[in-house]
């Protein structure tokens, strides 16, 4: 797995690993070989978060993170290739303002973020409830797996 960071000043080495560990969790969960993955992340502000947005969601409104599947039909994957699952993009100062809302680290929220986007990447949705308590399971799960599970 190789997470591919346009800031690194805004994620530490520990906390990259955590992503990585995460993305691995995820893709393993999906029977998925994590080796050859790759994810771009990007951490941006909320008025680049609004105009991504805004341009690919027809949303003109700051939100805390975008997915941007690459991947249509993942039986069409070769293990034995490197392949670009997609982008995950954040909104660090949404990040820490939800984090304080919901009374937990801002790591715990910006992680629970990157898994959410990843499961994106992976094809889960949330538009119905069926699929919305899917995916929350899914998340928990691996929050839970990294030791960042809600109290």
């Known amino acids: 797995m190789r997470i591919l960071c346009s800031s690194e000043k805004t994620a530490d080495d520990r906390l990259m690993g955590t992503f990585e560990k995460a993305a691995e969790l995820c893709?393993?969960?999906?029977?998925?070989?994590?080796?050859?993955?790759e994810i771009s992340l990007s951490f941006v502000t909320r008025d680049?978060?609004?105009?991504?947005?805004?341009m690919y969601r027809n949303v003109d409104s700051h939100t805390d993170v975008l997915s941007f599947p690459l991947v249509e039909d993942f039986d069409e994957i070769d293990?034995?290739?490197?392949?670009?699952?997609g982008d995950?993009?954040?909104?660090?100062?949404q990040a820490r303002e939800q984090a304080r809302?919901?009374?937990?680290?801002e790591e715990r929220e910006i992680v629970y973020?990157?898994?959410?986007?990843?499961?994106?990447?992976?094809?889960?949705?949330h538009m119905d409830?069926?699929?919305k308590r899917e995916m929350r399971v899914r998340e928990e799960e691996v929050m839970r797996e990294l030791g960042l599970e809600r109290k």
């Open 48 to 54: 680049e978060i609004r105009r991504l947005n805004s």
């Open 113 to 125: 973020l990157f898994v959410h986007s990843v499961l994106h990447l992976l094809g889960y949705d």
């Open 129 to 131: 409830e069926d699929e």
């Open 79 to 85: 293990d034995e290739e490197e392949y670009m699952l």
């Open 88 to 93: 995950v993009v954040i909104c660090r100062e």
């Open 101 to 105: 809302e919901y009374g937990h680290s």
């Open 27 to 37: 893709l393993e969960k999906e029977g998925l070989n994590s080796e050859g993955a």
